[in-house]
């Protein structure tokens, strides 16, 4: 399930929410958080004038190395493939000192989470590292072809550029993004699930104009408990009803 779980006894019943799906009202349980992986998260936004500058790069770098030092473990780089030689100079450099790998290649040496560099990935692969990342610390570097926006405003990441946590939207529009959410429970592939997310993509549109389809896609995974592939669902989705 993408949201929540009940616990207990549970007993629900139907309020209205100004026009929104129906709000259900939960009285007497006891609620466990939604399922995902835990870990401190910081990123480094591309730089749509620069790219990826090894001063940008270093960054990330830099964050993933304290983070290294304060828990007195090696770090893991995971790329989207191999080999590490082809990537920027601070990238190779990390790998150096550390190690590198991908999803589809050698299985980390590191046997416990711990730091871990991201680096320019798909929603697989950054899936993938998330796990390695357990109880411990990530830095995703972005790349403009997966947007990673609002993956890093619900996880409330570090941006290393600004040196601030990503804001999330405003109060409003996050209700709208958590009911998206829960009604998301079978990945948005039933019929009743692409209804749901049908309506309230279109409430998100109207409420927040500025939030295009990858935001909202990213946003989800970042919540937890969502597949990439699920993301990728809801992203064809959100493309058929925003105009961005």
Not at 34 to 51: K, L, Q, S
Not at 190 to 197: E, N, V
Not at 198 to 225: H, I, K, M
Request: hydrophobic letters at 40%; proline letters at 7%; charged letters at 20%.
């Amino acid at each position: 399930m993408t949201d929540g779980a009940f616990r207990s006894r549970q007993s629900v019943t139907p309020g209205s929410c100004r026009g929104h799906l129906p709000r259900f009202v939960v009285i007497d349980h006891e609620w466990e958080a939604p399922m995902r992986v835990d870990y401190r998260a910081a990123w480094v936004p591309f730089d749509h004038d620069n790219g990826q500058t090894p001063a940008l790069l270093s960054l990330a770098v830099d964050w993933v190395e304290r983070g290294c030092v304060a828990q007195g473990t090696s770090g893991v780089l995971i790329v989207s493939k191999k080999p590490i030689n082809g990537y920027p100079q601070p990238i190779q450099a990390f790998a150096a000192h550390h190690e590198g790998t991908s999803r589809r290649g050698s299985a980390p040496r590191r046997k416990a989470p711990g730091p871990v560099l991201a680096h320019s990935l798909s929603l697989d692969d950054l899936d993938y590292a998330e796990h390695l990342a357990r109880g411990s610390s990530l830095c995703a570097t972005e790349w403009p072809d997966v947007p990673l926006a609002g993956w890093a405003a619900a996880r409330g990441a570090l941006n290393l550029v600004t040196g601030e946590i990503t804001p999330r939207p405003a109060d409003d529009v996050v209700v709208l993004l958590d009911h998206l959410h829960f009604v998301g429970n079978n990945g948005w592939s039933d019929g009743p699930g692409k209804r749901d997310a049908g309506q309230l993509l279109r409430e998100l549109q109207a409420a927040a104009p500025d939030l295009d389809a990858n935001y909202v896609a990213s946003y989800q995974f970042g919540l937890g408990d969502v597949s990439a592939d699920s993301a990728k669902r809801l992203l064809a989705l959100a493309s058929k009803v925003t105009v961005l």
